[in-house]
């Protein structure tokens, strides 16, 4: 198994995917961590990342040294997958954002966990409705993810499919897989809150995940 190369149809300027707020925003861009996603380079341009060496050269004399952004470019070196949580507001609109902090947690009961910006419109309304769901993305999906990243909130469902779960969460019509959740526990940790799931109901549709590693979609190549 292998990341290789952008995205299939990922190509231009794309900003980092939102939890409305996991990079310092690029001018208002978000990403998947949760702040504003980086430029993603087109497919010619080899995107590096930090090197490895780069990072251990910054060597580090104390707490002052521990800047956010080197500590973001070290963590974007793993690559993870790409989900879009949603939920519903008190009138029973839809939101959601991009993130790809997502974690199983527990199998017994089932359990997973996301990290959600404070700042995040979704932080306030997945605590008062209780439940939200995660929609996981595909490879051809990246416009969702971008969609959900930097579109006004009030525009990120327009032209989507999508139903209620069994918390009433938006489950979309294209995700590769879902999973709706009522929230067991909350963690405050810094910037975030870790919001623990109890898994009410899930389902796998086949397809191939859409990847993010180092300010950049990819797609995963199984050998």
């Known amino acids: 198994m292998r990341v290789?190369?952008?995205?299939?149809?990922?190509?231009?300027?794309?900003?980092?995917?939102e939890r409305e707020g996991n990079v310092p925003p690029e001018k208002g861009k978000a990403t998947p961590t949760g702040r504003a996603m980086p430029p993603i380079r087109p497919a010619e341009e080899p995107d590096r990342g930090t090197p490895i060496s780069r990072i251990r050269a910054m060597k580090d004399t104390g707490p002052a040294t521990l800047d956010p952004l080197r500590?973001?470019?070290?963590?974007?070196?793993?690559?993870?997958?790409?989900?879009?949580?949603?939920?519903?507001?008190?009138?029973?609109s839809p939101l959601g954002l991009t993130v790809n902090s997502l974690t199983s947690v527990s199998l017994s009961p089932l359990l997973l966990l996301v990290c959600i910006d404070h700042s995040s419109?979704?932080?306030?309304?997945?605590?008062?409705?209780?439940?939200?769901?995660?929609?996981?993305?595909?490879?051809?999906?990246?416009?969702?993810?971008?969609?959900?990243?930097r579109a006004g909130?009030?525009?990120?469902?327009?032209?989507?499919?999508?139903?209620?779960?069994?918390t009433g969460s938006p489950i979309l019509d294209r995700a590769l897989g879902w999973i709706d959740c009522r929230v067991?526990?909350?963690?405050?940790?810094?910037?975030?809150?870790?919001?623990?799931?109890?898994?009410?109901?899930?389902?796998?549709?086949?397809?191939?995940?859409?990847?993010?590693?180092?300010?950049?979609?990819?797609?995963?190549?199984?050998?």
Do not use: C
């Open 121 to 149: 419109a979704s932080h306030k309304a997945i605590l008062e409705s209780g439940g939200f769901a995660v929609n996981l993305l595909g490879d051809g999906d990246a416009d969702i993810s971008d969609i959900f990243a």
């Open 153 to 166: 909130r009030d525009q990120r469902f327009e032209g989507l499919g999508w139903e209620g779960g069994v």
């Open 71 to 92: 500590f973001r470019a070290m963590m974007g070196a793993f690559p993870t997958g790409v989900a879009v949580v949603t939920a519903l507001r008190p009138d029973g």
């Open 184 to 223: 067991h526990q909350t963690h405050v940790a810094g910037d975030h809150t870790i919001v623990v799931g109890r898994v009410e109901d899930f389902q796998l549709r086949s397809g191939t995940p859409l990847v993010y590693h180092r300010g950049r979609y990819a797609r995963l190549e199984l050998e």
């Open 4 to 17: 290789v190369g952008p995205a299939k149809g990922v190509a231009g300027e794309t900003r980092r995917v």
